[in-house]
């Protein structure tokens, strides 16, 4: 797997998570290693993921139950955000017509009137 | 990094080490990217974890001081933040998004919108339970095996989160993505509900001398320039075990050999096949023997390797 860590290496690219909070993490389900014979592997979204979760807990005080919840609702998120990203690329590629029809819909589904 | 790292954390040159740690925190609670689109934030909260990576230690703090040490220096490694990974498409620990009525839609558009999700994190708990009987969730690993254990067929031991230790069967031919399911290894029911099942997503990790292509299996076979001259008889491995290979005379690199049926296996009980590709190699060291009989050669017999090139106008 491309860029994935062993144990060892991904404790040692991130000095400040012990062994214990990383075990942690793992039985909490916030993080999900690959498993493969040689051990657990961690891609690069895992040590990623693995950092925000400690800033999270830093800034927050959050145990994992909390941690679970707030990583949850950010890959939702962002998740939707990458979705309505592509789907606003798809819907600038076309013709005017086409859009217009679109706009009429989404005024008529999701009216937002603003004031002054 | 700015020049002046107090700045960059908004606390005077006299801060308590309490006071930087709160000011540090505050930045990370808005700026942080992963929970900020601004990009001036992610400038600010790059800014203030260099200063706070410089100030936190009171002797790095002391020497930045007395003008021992400058602000540089003390740029962190590029991190790469989450929001790289779980905006993009294929996040493992995305749950599937749910459009209601227009689930199909979505579906069409997206692929497999409302289908089962790969990998990752349950978010199931947050859900309310309507009945004290429940099935247990089921619980979502990627697995990584060599491809010759998915080829043949094996066993490999993991480990899941609680610790447990668990040897999974893995059926020859299995494929990259691939699912295996492990009836009653998930999270454990409620009340009289059966416990969830454990799905295993199969990732095939690279091998540097086999590839499947769709049902065949490939491999290169190494010859030397004489058994490519005069053709030979050369041991090759398959996937169950070496054959004897024969190369015909004059073989290119890059002329494959088919062994039927030696393949990946095929739900029915048939199998791909086996692609031997064929790969001169010179001798280590080219002796002045071989030198003088090919110059001798080549003055009688020279010939156009890339007379097929040319002739496909490239």
């Known amino acids: ?116 | 990094m700015a020049d002046d790292p107090y700045a960059a954390l908004g606390v005077s040159r006299t801060a308590t080490e309490a006071e930087i740690k709160k000011a540090y925190r505050r930045i990370a609670k808005t700026d942080h990217p992963d929970l900020n689109d601004d990009p001036a934030a992610h400038e600010r909260f790059k800014a203030a974890a260099a200063a706070y990576d410089l100030l936190k230690d009171p002797e790095q703090r002391a020497r930045f001081d007395r003008g021992e040490i400058d602000a540089q220096g003390q740029e962190r490694p590029q991190r790469q933040y989450y929001r790289d990974f779980s905006q993009g498409a294929g996040n493992p620990y995305r749950g599937e998004a749910n459009y209601g009525d227009f689930s199909d839609v979505f579906a069409d558009l997206f692929g497999e919108g409302g289908a089962p999700r790969r990998g990752g994190f349950r978010q199931g708990g947050f859900g309310g339970a309507r009945s004290f009987d429940m099935r247990g969730q089921d619980y979502r690993y990627t697995l990584e095996v060599d491809f010759l254990t998915a080829a043949r067929g094996g066993t490999t031991r993991i480990t899941l989160p609680d610790g447990h230790m668990l040897d999974v069967n893995i059926p020859a031919g299995s494929r990259d993505g691939q699912t295996i399911r492990l009836r009653g290894k998930g999270g454990a029911g409620m009340g009289e509900g059966s416990p969830g099942d454990a799905l295993l997503t199969l990732h095939v990790a690279q091998d540097p001398d086999w590839r499947a292509e769709g049902d065949d299996v490939v491999t290169t076979l190494p010859i030397s320039i004489d058994e490519a001259v005069l053709g030979a008889k050369v041991e090759a491995q398959t996937l169950h075990g070496p054959v004897m290979l024969t190369i015909p005379k004059g073989a290119s690199t890059g002329r494959k050999l088919r062994l039927r049926g030696r393949g990946l296996a095929k739900p029915g009980g048939t199998r791909g096949d086996h692609f031997v590709e064929l790969k001169i190699v010179m001798p280590p060291q080219v002796d002045d023997e071989l030198a003088n009989f090919m110059e001798k050669w080549r003055g009688k017999h020279a010939y156009d390797a890339r007379a097929e090139q040319r002739r496909g106008g490239r």
């Open chain 1, 1 to 116: 797997m491309t860029g994935a860590m062993s144990r060892d290496e991904l404790l040692a690219a991130l000095p400040d998570l012990s062994e214990a909070a990383l075990d942690d993490l793992i039985r909490a389900g916030v993080v999900q290693p690959v498993q493969s014979g040689s051990g657990p592997l961690f891609r690069p979204v895992d040590h990623a993921r693995l950092q925000l979760a400690m800033d999270l807990q830093d800034a927050y005080a959050l145990d994992e139950d909390g941690l679970a919840l707030v990583l949850s609702l950010i890959d939702q998120v962002n998740g939707l955000r990458g979705d309505m990203q592509a789907m606003l690329g798809a819907v600038a590629a076309e013709a005017p017509e086409t859009r217009a029809r679109m706009r009429q819909v989404i005024r008529q589904t999701r009216i937002t009137i603003r004031h002054g």
